[in-house]
């Protein structure tokens, strides 16, 4: 006898009423258990009291500007303590600095013919470029003065090719340069009325982009679009010398329409601290120290207040407003190697005190 299968097959009718039903019951529950409160939930959440309410909502507001006033205390001491280790070793320069210019103002006969033979020094060095030879292998930028728009464009896009710029026509650079600051004096003016604009830029610290973004926001140096930089503008960055460079072939060429001011910066104790001395060193190589010496002729003559318009006064870390420009403007340039003379001479006078401190305790003893 065969044995034999059949499928059994329900009514499609029947099995969807039975889905529906039981998807009808399940969604009833389910907002029953959204209307009525969970038995492990807190009493306090469950609470529409507006005065608890109200008090939560204080509570949550103060601890949240505790917070926030924690966060902003911690970010000014975090910025104090970092201002303390930036600048405590500019202060101590800057004391030792105003210590050997009382020594040499208190005793200005006695070293007159020290000035004068380092006059003759100076003026011997700044044909130093001469014995500088050019090199057939360099094609980088070439400087023919006086100086023009054209080349002070090819200098720009020659440094953007990291091109280096030789020592030789540097150094003449920076000769042009320091004739033209010293005829400057401490305090230059300039006005607004011409071209209705002025541009003011501090603390470039070596930086070629921030300088050529700067100049693509607000365009070119001209007569017509007048710049001050006010100070700042080598060590710390990479391209301390181009930045140079640039700054003051603009000078040049728009005398009374680019001005630069001094900050301190500008000066060859910071410049051995702060890297500008190991770019030199870098990129010049054995005639790094004739860049060096260039580079400190121009920073001792550069003017350090610019007055606009008689009205405002841009100086690189700021005046009082009861100081008169007529003293700055009679302060004498500055030869910062006179005084490193001097650091040198005080050092050797603090040691020999100390033989002679030593030499007399082993002869007490």
Do not use: A, C
């Given at each position: 006898m065969g044995c034999t299968t059949s499928n059994i097959v329900p009514d499609k009718d029947k099995v969807d009423r039975k889905v529906g039903n039981n998807a009808e019951i399940n969604s009833s529950e389910t907002q029953?258990?959204?209307?009525q409160p969970s038995s492990t939930t807190h009493p306090s959440l469950?609470?529409?009291n507006p005065v608890l309410q109200l008090r939560a909502t204080l509570l949550i507001q103060r601890w949240f500007r505790r917070w926030r006033a924690e966060l902003e205390i911690r970010r000014r001491c975090t910025w104090t303590i970092f201002q303390t280790m930036e600048y405590a070793s500019e202060n101590e320069q800057l004391k030792l600095y105003n210590f050997f210019n009382e020594i040499i103002s208190s005793l200005p006969e006695a070293f007159n013919t020290v000035q004068n033979g380092m006059d003759n020094d100076e003026s011997s060095e700044e044909n130093h470029h001469k014995e500088i030879p050019i090199e057939s292998k360099y094609f980088g930028p070439v400087l023919i003065f006086p100086l023009d728009i054209d080349q002070i464009t090819n200098l720009i896009k020659s440094f953007k090719n990291k091109e280096v710029l030789h020592a030789?026509?540097?150094i003449l650079l920076l000769n042009e340069a320091k004739h033209h600051f010293k005829k400057i004096e401490n305090t230059q003016h300039t006005v607004t009325s011409i071209a209705g604009k002025l541009t003011?830029?501090?603390d470039l610290h070596g930086s070629l982009d921030d300088l050529l973004m700067i100049f693509f926001k607000n365009g070119l140096p001209s007569h017509d679009n007048p710049y001050i930089?006010?100070?700042?503008?080598?060590?710390r960055g990479k391209s301390s010398v181009e930045v140079s460079v640039i700054l003051f072939s603009l000078s040049l060429l728009y005398p009374h329409s680019f001005l630069v001011n001094r900050g301190n910066h500008e000066d060859y104790m910071m410049n051995k601290r702060y890297g500008f001395t190991t770019e030199l060193v870098s990129k010049y190589g054995v005639h790094a120290n004739k860049v060096s010496k260039a580079f400190e002729r121009v920073?001792?003559?550069?003017?350090?207040?610019?007055?606009?318009?008689n009205s405002v006064v841009v100086c690189h870390g700021g005046i009082s407003d009861i100081?008169?420009?007529e003293v700055?403007?009679?302060?004498?340039?500055?030869d910062t190697r006179f005084v490193g003379m001097f650091v040198g001479l005080f050092t050797l006078v603090c040691l020999l005190v100390c033989l002679w401190v030593c030499l007399l305790v082993c002869l007490w003893v």
């Open positions: 029953n258990n959204l209307n469950t609470n529409t030789r026509y540097l003011i830029v501090g930089i006010n100070g700042d503008f080598v060590d920073f001792t003559v550069l003017p350090l207040v610019t007055v606009i318009d100081t008169d420009l700055i403007n009679s302060y004498p340039y500055h």
